[in-house]
């Protein structure tokens, strides 16, 4: 959908309030008749969950927003993985030993094999490594400086060596899920064996649902639930109604306004952690010289506009906290570089000052990108209103194209509500992520957003190849300053991982990355 804000001036904080209110009570007035939740009760010893944003694929080559990783890694698994305390834990490797600057030495576990009982070789490690290079849009691909190569010792024993050094190569490699070399392709699979705890029984990737049953040949503790369904519902409320009926035993990413819905009602808890995520309003980097976005100091005058503590308090209700740089607060090796600051005087000075007072920005987002998107959304119209500057969204549905408007292969825009996680924990693992861009990736569209700026790229080359901890942090400080003078970001804000369950749902452990194991988790009797 498409339209044009504009009408009589409001408060901002009356537009704040009735933003936020709005957001829900839409919602409730769509959901009950438009979109109805999953039939029938889940059994005594079925799971189900219900996501916010459809899961296409147990693969994260392209598609990996949180709170999948919970269902992905229930099926297929990495070398490693994020553990509890956001560091890396063994799974398929036994051990994982940095034993030069350019070679990490793996051995893997002994006897360990997939669903179908082939053994996990060496050869199935280098061939991941060589289809997630090679996928063009790769989530994952954007967080390595550098792909390793595969030197097989022996059936159990292998290097992964590297031209430069990656000291973080142990966590980085709990991001590439395992598949049998002669299945495995460059691109989303969506079918499949892993080696994980459960395997699919059944699956419609078109509406988002799947059925997984206990893998019952899993080399580690088996999974407390026999069946785990997994659906998608795009509407909030729809989620909320079928959790408060017990038509559904999980729902993930609330808005505070469910959260405050929820909180107390007998047979439901709620779940928080903090986040590995930054969502920010992101500029679009992809505008030819001439154009107002291309100039750091417009970029800058525009973010006065915006008031970061209104919008925390009013629609986000004090769940989540007001950017402090480029990476999110939480991450291991974050530096503070700056504060968004409210000052809409100031902004339209500027404006007028370097000739871009009469602006008219695009905002584009896809719903369930982050909770309360729309409300925060409206709530912006308002306020670049306020100094003159006219405001268009566009909302893009799941499953829509709203990854071609990125790349800048659709429609043009300006402003992207969009989320970014670290699901290593790391700042490094961000900053590759989303300021690392080159010319060469940008000819794939493999940069975030447009974002290219070699002296930015060779600041974070430096910090992300650096042995010593020490020296890394101080190059890691440096190349998130470098990047926070750029002024990517209009506004920003690190949320919380929230869910919610029924009491019958026992040891969830919610992490950081606003996921869990699935394994641990279990049913009442």
Known sequence: MTALFSGPNMSRRSLLRLAGAAGIFAAVGVSAT???????????????????????????????????????????EGLTAIGPDISPIPVLAESMVMTSPTRWTVKLRESITYSDGRP??????????????????????????EFPTVTEVDQRTFYLDSAEPIPILDALMALILITPAEDNKAEELQTGVGTGPYVVQDYDRGVGSYTLVRNENYWGEPASVRQVNVRFLPEESSRVIALRSGEVDIIDSISPNSMEQLQGLPGVKLEMASSLRLNQIFYNFRKPASH??????????LSFAIDGESLVHDVLIDSVEQAQGVTATSLFGFARTGDYVYDPGKAKSLLADYGASDLTLKIIWETGEFPSDTAIMEALVQMFGDIGVRTELQQFEPGGNILQWRQGKEGDWDLLGNGFSSPTGLAITMLQGMYAGTAQKEKTRDTYQGYVNPEVTKKIARAASEVDEV???????????????????????????????RERVQNLNLSAANAYPLAAVGLES
Do not use: H
């Open 34 to 76: 438009a979109c109805a939740g999953p039939t029938g009760l889940p059994g005594k010893d079925t799971l189900t969950l219900a996501l916010n944003r459809s899961l296409v694929s147990l693969d994260n080559k392209l598609n990996q927003f949180d709170a999948a990783v919970t269902v992905q890694r229930a099926v297929r």
């Open 120 to 145: 996990v070789k060496p050869q199935d490690v280098a061939t991941a490594l060589e289809m997630y290079s090679k996928v063009q849009g790769s989530f994952v691909a954007s967080f390595f400086p």
């Open 292 to 301: 107002p976005l291309s100039d750091v100091r417009v970029r800058e005058a």
């Open 471 to 501: 020296k890394r942090q101080t190059y890691l400080k440096d190349a998130q300053q470098a990047a926070w003078d750029t002024w990517p970001c209009a506004w920003a804000f690190t949320p919380k991982s929230i869910l919610a369950r």
